[in-house]
């Protein structure tokens, strides 16, 4: 199972938001470039960066801070956050950046045609709420079941998937396990990454139980910045 440490900017430092919250952040390091490569010095082979101006303001603000992660590490980066044009795809593309995260923008009508041509470089990150699908940087609800745009985002040709559950997402409490069971049962030959929650190593073990019906990974995050992980054992225990 892939263990992927995350790195969320906000106002160009490395933060965490409780639920999404803007309001209720914790900042753990003014230098995201440094922890970046602290944890490839651990052992990560893949780091998620997510530009939470971005994914509030709608396009990319931390694009130069993003870039200048990926140019400082040879551990492979995912970003997401604010990208909705190809423009933007292309911009990280250039940056050396090939696993690019979309989300908001996959409920959008023009979603086809914006994720043409790039193969597997599109990932897919959906963010739900008991079930329904999160957009604009979780500050809205649609009304469509993560379950049901999962196996869109599957006919389309997308073949990986980051569920984050809303919910359990930087509360320290376990991750909705059942949440990710279920999609992986209503989901056949899925690639699915889970996000959210994740507390200690056991909630990893947890997680790993669910690789033969389609778990890729798992994100961890706020588990890794308060001590609760140790990251280089995780890495030798999972690969």
Known sequence: MLIIPAIDIKGGRCVRLLQGDPEHETVYSDDPVSVAQRFE????RLIHVVDLDGAF????VN???VTAIAQSVDSAIE???GIRTRESIDRYREAGINRI???TAALGDGFHELIEGYDDSIIVGIDAKNGMVAT??????SSVRAAVLIREMQEM???EIIYTDIATDGMLTGPNVSA???ILSQVRGLSLIASGGIAATDDLYRLSELVPEGLRGCIIGKAVYDGRIDLAEVFRVFG
Do not use: S
């Not at 010095?41 to 990560?44: F, K, P, Y």
């Open 180 to 182: 990710v069971r279920e």
């Open 41 to 44: 010095a651990l052992g990560a």
């Open 57 to 60: 303001a709608g396009y990319p």
């Open 157 to 159: 040709g997308i073949g």
């Open 79 to 81: 970003i997401g956050g």
């Open 136 to 141: 604009h940087g979780w500050k809205e609800i």
């Open 101 to 103: 995260i979309l989300g």
């Open 63 to 65: 694009g130069d801070l």
